[in-house]
C-alpha cells in the first residue's frame, strides 16, 4: 500500500482481528492479539510491572481491568533493543529493570516518572544476564549468569556495595539460580554440581551430584527437597542433609518436544530421552502440593505430586504447535513463566497465543487472560517512534500495526518527513555507485 499523504511503503497482509472497544480500552481477543512479550511480571498487589523484551519500554499493568499503561522508554541506547532490561523487581516507590544484553541496571522513580542508572564493570562486554534476583533486609542480591558472580546492591542507596565471584569453572554458563534462607544455589548446563554461595558469610562451595550426566537447567525448592532437571527426560530430587538422589522419568504418553531442527525427523518426538543441546524444561517451580516444569521446546506443562512423586501432565486447550507456527515467532520457545501470586496461581505467557495462561495450583484449572490499553498507549508509542531515527515497523506485530495506524491519521510534522521519496534516493544511490551501469 503506498500512502497518498507520505512517500513510504507499508507492506500488508490480511489478518482475522477482532477489536473490541470495551470502556475505553481497545481489547485485542483473538489469536493475534495484544500482550507484549516480558521475561516477568513484578507483582504488586492489583498491579504489574513488566518491561517489552523487543522495545525496552517500562510497562504497569491494571489486573482487574487488564489495561497496559505505557510508562517509558528505558533510555539506554543501542541498535538492538532485545532483551535488554527484560526483568523487574519492586522497591518501595522503584522499580529495578535488570539487564540481560544490556550492561546497566535502571531504576525507575515511580513519583517523577525519572530513570537512575547503575553501570555493570562489565571488561569483556558478555552478555551480563542478570536474571536471578531477591531482595534480603535493605539489600538486593543478584546473580549474573555471564559475569558468573554475585551483585549486593543496597536498594536504598541505589549502588553496588561489592560483588562476588560465584564460579570457579572457565566459561560455564549460570543457567539458574534460587536463593534458600541466606544461601544462594545455582546450577549450570555443563556440569552436575550445585554451587553455593553464603550471603551472610561470602563462602563458596559446591556440590556433586553422582551418577547423572550432564549438567542442570531448573532448580527449586520445595522446604525439604531440591528439584532438578536438564537435558534428560528426568526430573531429579537432591536432598541436601542426606546427600541423596532420586530419579523420575515416568512422563504421560505423548509427552516430547518439538523438533525443529530437521525437516527430515518427526516433528514431535516421544522417544528421544537426551538432547545435547536443548533441556527439556525451562522454568521450574514449588507451589503447594506440586512442582510444576514449564518447558522449552516440549509440548506439554508438566507437574509433580512432591509427596507420591507422581507426573501429570497439564492440558491446555489450543497450544499444539507446528514447525511453521514455533518458527515464525522471534523466540521459538513454548512458555515463559511471569509470575506467582497469593502462592497459588501461577501466571504463564504463551508464545503462540499472546496471553496469560493462568493456573489455578489449588484446582488444576486455568484461565486465559487477554490484555488491552488505552488511547494515550498507542499516542506514546508513536511519539517514541518519531523520536528514534530509522525505525522498522514490523507487519506481523499488532502494537506495530496499531502504531503504524495511528502515524498516519496523525498531524506529523512536515520537516519530520522528506520530500523526496526513498525510492528516489535508492535510486541515486545506485547510480552514484555505478551499480547501474553494470551488465
Request: charged share 25%; proline share 2%; glycine share 4%.
Amino acid at each position: 500500500m503506498l500512502t497518498q499523504n507520505y512517500k513510504f511503503i507499508w507492506i500488508v497482509a490480511v489478518y482475522n482481528v477482532k477489536v473490541e472497544f470495551y470502556s475505553g480500552v481497545v481489547f485485542m481477543i483473538n489469536e493475534s492479539g495484544f500482550l507484549p512479550c516480558s521475561d516477568n511480571w513484578c507483582v504488586d498487589g492489583n498491579r504489574a510491572w513488566c518491561v517489552d523484551v523487543e522495545r525496552n519500554i517500562l510497562y504497569c499493568i491494571n489486573l482487574q481491568s487488564r489495561e497496559f499503561e505505557f510508562m517509558k522508554e528505558i533510555p539506554e541506547k543501542s541498535t538492538n533493543t532485545f532483551r535488554m532490561n527484560p526483568n523487574c523487581i519492586k522497591y518501595r516507590d522503584f522499580i529495578f529493570c535488570m539487564p540481560i544484553t544490556g550492561n546497566s541496571i535502571w531504576i525507575y522513580q515511580i513519583k517523577n516518572s525519572q530513570f537512575q542508572q547503575i553501570k555493570i564493570h562489565n571488561p569483556n562486554s558478555v552478555r551480563v544476564a542478570m536474571v536471578d534476583f531477591w531482595q534480603f533486609d535493605e539489600k538486593m542480591y543478584v546473580v549474573s549468569r555471564g559475569l558468573r558472580q554475585v551483585f549486593e546492591i543496597s536498594m536504598e542507596k541505589q549502588k553496588i556495595n561489592n560483588c562476588y565471584d560465584l564460579y570457579n569453572i572457565d566459561a560455564s554458563w549460570i543457567a539458574k539460580s534460587i536463593m534458600v534462607g541466606k544461601v544462594i544455589y545455582s546450577v549450570c548446563i555443563a556440569v552436575s554440581e550445585i554451587h553455593l554461595f553464603d550471603i551472610e558469610t561470602k563462602n563458596t562451595s559446591k556440590y556433586y551430584i553422582q551418577n547423572i550426566k550432564g549438567g542442570f537447567e531448573t532448580i527449586c525448592f520445595d522446604g525439604k527437597n531440591f528439584w532438578l532437571s536438564g537435558c534428560h527426560k528426568e526430573i531429579y530430587l537432591w536432598n541436601e542433609g542426606k546427600d541423596t538422589v532420586t530419579i523420575l522419568n515416568d512422563f504421560p504418553a505423548q509427552f516430547g518436544k518439538y523438533n525443529i531442527q530437521s525437516s527430515e525427523k518427526e516433528f514431535l518426538d516421544c522417544k528421544t530421552v537426551e538432547f545435547e543441546a536443548y533441556t527439556f524444561f525451562f522454568q521450574s517451580v514449588a507451589i503447594g502440593r506440586y512442582i510444576w516444569f514449564v518447558p522449552l521446546l516440549m509440548n506439554k506443562l508438566i507437574y509433580v505430586d512432591k509427596d507420591s512423586f507422581e507426573i501429570f501432565a497439564f492440558e491446555i486447550e489450543n497450544e499444539d504447535e507446528t514447525r511453521e507456527t514455533l518458527m515464525s515467532r522471534q523466540m521459538n520457545i513454548k512458555f515463559i513463566m511471569e509470575y506467582v501470586r497469593e502462592e497459588r496461581y501461577l501466571g504463564i505467557f504463551s508464545t503462540k497465543n499472546s496471553c496469560i495462561i493462568e493456573i489455578d495450583t489449588l484446582e488444576n484449572k486455568y484461565e486465559k487472560k487477554y490484555f488491552g490499553f488505552n488511547h494515550s498507549f498507542i499516542e506514546n508509542m508513536v511519539q517514541m517512534y518519531m523520536n528514534h531515527e530509522g525505525v522498522c515497523f514490523k507487519e506481523n506485530d499488532s502494537l506495530d500495526r496499531m502504531a503504524f495506524a495511528k502515524l498516519l491519521n496523525m498531524d506529523i510534522q512536515r520537516e519530520k518527513i522528506s520530500s523526496v521519496s526513498a525510492g528516489y534516493n535508492i535510486y541515486q544511490s545506485t547510480l552514484n555507485g555505478g551499480i547501474a551501469n553494470e551488465q
